[in-house]
């Protein structure tokens, strides 16, 4: 068995509707969680979970594509919750995600505050607060660019640096599916680059969507915008 199932979590902050993509890679000895959400959202993706069938206290591990809160925010709820989960995350990217390096987001959003008009520094500083209140936690194991693991019957790490700097997706060789993360989000049935005015090396980022489009790949799923078929 090996599958790859897509996650709908849906939620709001304020009145607008939002929705994100976390992945489920299954097959007969791991149950992996590809990303897992805003702080808090625990409990919305185990259900998520389980209403796709699941059970989510067999979860074996966590990657974590990138440290960004959105894509980290739950990951500590759950390593406190499953300890025997084992978070996965790039070699690069680990001192960001075990807090031993400063949250890159975060520096970017200080000097930003600096900038920002009167009226827009309690957002900011809203939005700085969000940031540091995302717990740091351990990564068990790092990967690299290149590595494959044997998960779902071979799938590829690919180092996709730009949106951050150890920012990684995934290949799924026998499906012929990318798990973009960041690398690309889907807007208007198109991949591009996630939000290019936070993006920390917008060159690199540019380098990433490419390596990724030229894959052998079908389907790309896309944290924010789901599934894209070619
Ligand atoms: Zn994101």
Same mark, same amino acid.
């Given at each position: 068995m090996e599958d790859v199932i897509v996650l709908n979590i849906k939620f709001k902050f304020g009145d607008t509707e939002d929705v994100i993509?976390?992945?489920? +890679?299954?097959d !007969?000895? =791991?149950m992996i969680l590809v990303d897992c959400g805003y702080t808090g959202f625990m409990p919305v993706i185990e259900e998520a979970i389980k209403k796709e069938g699941m059970d989510y206290r067999k979860l074996t591990k966590i990657l974590i594509t990138h440290h960004d809160h959105d894509h980290m925010g739950s990951l500590a709820d759950f390593k406190q919750k499953y300890p025997n989960i084992k978070i996965v995350a790039s070699e690069i990217e680990a001192p960001y995600i075990e807090g031993s390096k400063k949250s890159l987001r975060l520096e970017q959003a200080e000097a930003l505050q600096e900038t920002l008009d009167e009226d827009k520094?309690? %957002?900011?500083?809203? %939005? /700085? !607060?969000?940031l540091k209140s995302v717990k740091p936690v351990k990564v068990d194991i790092k990967v690299n660019d290149g590595d494959?693991? !044997?998960? /779902?019957?071979? /799938? =590829?790490i690919v180092g996709t640096p730009g949106h951050t700097p150890g920012h990684i997706s995934l290949f799924i060789r026998n499906k012929k599916i990318i798990i973009t993360g960041d690398a690309a989000? +889907? =807007?208007n049935n198109l991949l591009v680059i996630a939000n290019?005015?936070?993006?920390l090396d917008l060159d690199n980022a540019e380098k990433s969507i490419s390596k990724i489009k030229g894959y052998d790949a079908d389907?790309?799923? /896309?944290?924010h915008g789901g599934v894209y078929k070619r």
């Open positions: 993509h976390p992945v489920i +890679l299954r !007969d000895s =791991e520094k309690a %957002f900011g500083k809203a %939005f /700085c !607060d969000i494959v693991m !044997d998960w /779902c019957g071979g /799938c =590829e989000v +889907l =807007e290019p005015q936070f993006t389907t790309y799923i /896309c944290y």
